[in-house]
């Protein structure tokens, strides 16, 4: 088992930045991956970027690109998601979640942390 807890969620204007962080705990040893996910009202959770746990590739939903940043500090089992120029379609529940394996789906998930942008 792997727990996920996200903080850093908030209300910000549009263009301003927020940055989000989400630290695991139990099984850490077993993390191929983490991504940020969200999912805003009335509408299907999307992937917004990962990150291998190993090796720091990363890859990014095209609506974040340039804008958004995934980054990891493997000594404190915790991944970042900074983000800029913030837009109000970016309003959401941001979601971080753990895979174990390349082709395995995420398994483990956190709570949540809303992110509110004010045109």
């Known amino acids: 088992q792997v727990q996920l807890v996200e903080s850093g969620g908030g209300l910000v204007q549009a263009g301003g930045s927020l940055r989000l962080s989400c630290a695991a705990s139990?099984?850490?040893?077993?993390?191929?991956?983490m991504g940020w996910f969200r999912q805003a009202p009335g509408k299907e959770r999307e992937f917004v970027a990962a990150?291998?746990?190993?090796?720091?590739?990363?890859s990014y939903a095209d609506s974040v690109k340039g804008r958004f940043t995934i980054s990891r500090e493997n000594a404190k089992n915790t991944v970042y998601l900074t983000m800029n120029s913030l837009k109000p379609e970016d309003t959401a529940v941001y979601f971080c979640a753990v895979r174990i394996g390349p082709r395995i789906p995420y398994e483990y998930w956190g709570q949540g942390t809303q992110v509110t942008v004010s045109s």
């Open positions: 139990g099984r850490t040893f077993s993390i191929y991956a």
């Open positions: 990150i291998t746990w190993s090796g720091g590739s990363t």
